[in-house]
């Protein structure tokens, strides 16, 4: 199993431009989430689903769009990125049973 | 609103000492408690978690933690620390009762010296 999987690893955005942040897990899990990483800050839930066909904001979904495609996978838009958006994006997933959840390796995103 | 605090933002021990590292949490009842590891360029993966029953849960990697409801505390440790454990810990609790927000302190990150 590749547990959660995350594209690109690495991107470099100019002002204004837009890309989607991909994420797949292969665990059967109902719920997703995505998160954004700065110094200090810990984790800061953007947007999460909670199943299939569901999506809900979390505490900073300003500027973010999310698309839960099917059970596997939940994709993050930045429409038009602004520098204030530079920070490492991290996907997790939950199964239905626990709280816990699971994290890919990240996607660090820089905005010039 | 929930929230957790993880006081020390970087702790450098030796190689073979313990470990002591601080988690306190503010909620009005007991939430699932978690810790997390972080190594750099890495994703989180979880140490351990505590949900009910015997406050002192064990975890991979030869941690601990032990849960102080008087205390509101949830304190992550390990009694002789090596290399590899250099890495940023993160402490995180979640709502009882299906909901599926979990809030995340702030981090630790441990240096280990030789």
């Known amino acids: 199993n590749a547990g959660v999987t995350q594209t690109p690893k690495f991107q470099v955005l100019k002002t204004g431009q837009s890309m989607t942040l991909q994420c797949a897990q292969d665990m059967n899990h109902n719920s997703m989430y995505w998160y954004r990483q700065d110094p200090g800050m810990g984790l800061r839930l953007i947007y999460y689903s909670a199943s299939e066909g569901t999506t809900d904001k979390g505490e900073v979904p300003n500027g973010y769009n999310v698309s839960r495609l099917n059970k596997r996978e939940f994709s993050l838009r930045l429409e038009s990125a602004a520098p204030s958006q530079t920070s490492v994006y991290f996907c997790?997933?939950?199964?239905?049973?626990?709280?816990?959840?699971?994290f890919g390796p990240g996607t660090r995103l820089t905005v010039t | 609103a929930q929230s957790v605090t993880q006081p020390d933002i970087h702790i450098t021990v030796s190689e073979g000492a313990s470990l002591e590292l601080r988690c306190n949490y503010s909620y009005g009842a007991t939430p699932y408690l978690f810790w997390y590891v972080q190594s750099p360029g890495q994703g989180l993966q979880l140490l351990l978690k505590?949900?009910?029953?015997?406050?002192l849960v064990q975890g991979i990697k030869g941690f601990e933690a032990e849960f102080k409801r008087s205390q509101s505390s949830f304190n992550l440790r390990k009694p002789s620390v090596h290399w590899s454990d250099a890495a940023e810990y993160f402490c995180a609790v979640a709502l009882l009762g299906g909901y599926q927000k979990v809030t995340f302190g702030t981090g630790t990150k441990l240096q280990v010296i030789p």
């Open positions: 505590y949900f009910s029953g015997d406050t």
């Open positions: 997790a997933s939950r199964g239905q049973s626990a709280y816990e959840q699971y």
